[in-house]
């Protein structure tokens, strides 16, 4: 029997005016451990008169997890919070009871050629977590763990693993991590894992019982303890998963919660106006 559950293949969908490849949630699969969400947004080389442009738009009862591989976002939010993120770097927006942001190209790239590339999370919040205030934390890149074992370059995005743990303030146990091998070599994640595991092959392939797998889906793993795969030379390989909630989460919209009647409060108080706005941005995202 295959160690793997099932294979997740990209679809194409957009956020704004920018087209991206969504893996969760999948109808079979609609979250591994609390991640309930994922969008593999490029990579996209986009012209000095293309730039992303994510109106303000809302969430409640989710953490977003922003990671890139190439270019770089400005993140705007009704918090006060502005920053950008670039390739290494995380931000971690715990939206809880409700927050809106944008998402855009920075000011100094609109004009210019530019590449994007990356991922984007929803982590589910824990059901006594979920109408906790809002909050968002930028972690650099080099405050990432970072470390080489058994030729393979590792780094600890988010959540505890492998013994480690990332400063990014999670709220459940859960993990995001890179793999990186310059070498056809084994990954050996035997015992480092737990709850529901899924992999991203970014570039390169990985090898399970004899069968390729290479980049644009995600596999998800039948035992999280028992994941190993080979590596071709060149592959980078993301890991993500943790322990799965007791309840059941929804999804409407930008929406996220343990209880569906939350899900309507929060679409008639945005289509109400009634949440706060990123400092200095009018336009939004109408409820679809």
């Not at 028992?226 to 060149?234: N, Q, V």
């Not at 309840?247 to 108080?269: P, T």
């Amino acid at each position: 029997m295959s160690t793997i559950e099932m294979t997740i293949p990209e679809r194409a969908a957009g956020i704004g005016n920018f087209q991206v490849g969504r893996l969760l949630p999948f109808r079979q699969k609609r979250a591994v451990g609390p991640f309930v969400f994922l969008d593999h947004m490029g990579p996209a080389a986009l012209a000095a008169n293309e730039n992303l442009d994510v109106l303000p738009h809302p969430h409640i009862g989710l953490s977003t997890l922003t990671y890139l591989f190439e270019g770089a976002i400005m993140h705007r939010d009704s918090i006060g919070s502005v920053a950008e993120i670039q390739p290494g770097a995380v931000n971690w927006m715990t939206a809880g009871k409700g927050v809106v942001h944008s998402e855009r190209t920075p000011e100094y790239l609109r004009n210019t050629e530019k590449n994007l590339h990356g991922l984007q999370f929803w982590v589910g919040l824990p059901k006594e977590y979920e109408e906790t205030e809002p909050s968002f934390i930028h972690i650099e890149a080099d405050k990432i763990p970072a470390w080489t074992e058994n030729h393979l370059q590792f780094r600890l995005i988010a959540g505890e693993a492998f013994g480690r743990k990332s400063p990014v303030p999670v709220f459940s146990r859960l993990y995001f991590a890179e793999i990186k091998s310059n070498t056809a070599r084994l990954a050996d994640l035997s015992g480092a894992l737990y709850g529901e595991s899924a992999l991203f092959i970014l570039e390169g392939a990985v090898r399970i019982e004899g069968i390729t797998y290479g980049p644009d889906q995600i596999l998800v793993t039948k035992e999280s303890q028992r994941c190993s795969f080979e590596m071709e030379a060149g592959s980078t390989v993301y890991v993500f998963g943790g322990d799965p909630f007791a309840e059941e989460r929804y999804i409407d919209w930008n929406f996220v919660s343990s209880g569906k009647n939350r899900l309507l409060a929060a679409r008639e108080d945005w289509i109400h106006q009634r949440f706060p706005m990123p400092p200095g941005e009018t336009e939004t995202v109408p409820y679809p």
